[in-house]
């Protein structure tokens, strides 16, 4: 029923950039805020990134801030990252979800989670 499906992901150099997307459907997107998480080989998911229901607030975790950029068009109910400047510790399998209650930063208070795209960044 509810969906949320990544897709962007890639292989690059470092330095290079990347947009991904986020579709979703099956959930009134424009009354949460979504988010972008990511999980490194052999580490714990971890925040990137999210956005208010609005679109009007944002949120970055320092290791990106600066390079990433988290938007959402929500006539088509749809979550970007743009990331810039790519660096080997960005590679990771990124996932979008959808806000539940609670904090910005925490998967735990995310639902409905994405399969994940791939990025991977060489050196």
């Known amino acids: 029923q509810v969906k949320v499906v990544e897709s962007g992901g890639g292989l690059v150099h470092t330095g290079d950039s990347l947009r991904l997307s986020c579709a979703t459907s099956?959930?009134?997107?424009?009354?949460?805020?979504m988010g972008w998480f990511r999980q490194g080989p052999g580490k714990e998911r971890h925040f990137v990134a999210a956005?208010?229901?609005?679109?009007?607030?944002?949120f970055y975790d320092d290791s990106v801030k600066g390079r990433f950029t988290i938007s959402r068009d929500n006539a088509s109910d749809t979550v970007y990252l743009q990331m810039h400047n790519l660096q080997p510790e960005d590679t990771a399998l990124y996932y979008c979800?959808?806000?539940?209650?609670?904090?910005?930063?925490?998967?735990?208070?995310?639902?409905?989670w994405g399969q994940g795209t791939q990025v991977t960044v060489s050196s």
């Open positions: 099956g959930l009134p997107f424009s009354n949460y805020a």
């Open positions: 956005i208010s229901y609005s679109g009007l607030m944002t």
């Open positions: 979800a959808r806000k539940g209650g609670g904090s910005y930063y925490l998967a735990s208070d995310y639902e409905d």
